[in-house]
């Protein structure tokens, strides 16, 4: 089994910027993509971020291309996702994720999955 614990949410002015952070537990974090994904209020989630086990291979939302930044330590097993110039639109709660398997966008194909940090950007 694999738990996930996603920390850093809170609110922030529009702008500003937050440091997401996912502690990963139960096998070898290194060996497996990590993602994060987000979900506003009556909206499907959606993908945000991904990094490959090596850290080579990055995908971004094109919504989020330049302001966000993924990156993990797996001498730590953590994954981090750094916000910078905050919108709005950017408020959800943040989900990391993990599967056994290559790196991915797709929700469905993640099988382990953090309990998610509320992110709120006031305007």
């Known amino acids: 089994q694999v738990q996930l614990v996603e920390s850093g949410g809170g609110l922030v002015q529009a702008g500003g910027s937050l440091r997401l952070s996912c502690a990963a537990s139960?096998?070898?974090?290194?060996?497996?993509?990590m993602a994060w994904f987000r979900q506003a209020p009556g909206k499907d989630r959606e993908f945000v971020a991904a990094?490959?086990?090596?850290?080579?291979?990055?995908y971004y939302a094109d919504s989020v291309k330049g302001r966000f930044t993924i990156s993990r330590d797996n001498a730590r097993n953590t994954v981090y996702l750094q916000m910078n110039t905050l919108k709005p639109e950017d408020t959800a709660v943040y989900y990391c994720?993990?599967?056994?398997?290559?790196?991915?966008?797709?929700?469905?194909?993640?099988?382990?999955w953090g309990q998610g940090t509320q992110v709120t950007v006031s305007s």
């Open positions: 139960g096998r070898s974090f290194s060996d497996y993509p």
């Open positions: 990094i490959s086990w090596s850290g080579l291979s990055i």
């Open positions: 994720a993990t599967r056994a398997g290559g790196i991915s966008r797709w929700s469905l194909d993640y099988d382990y």
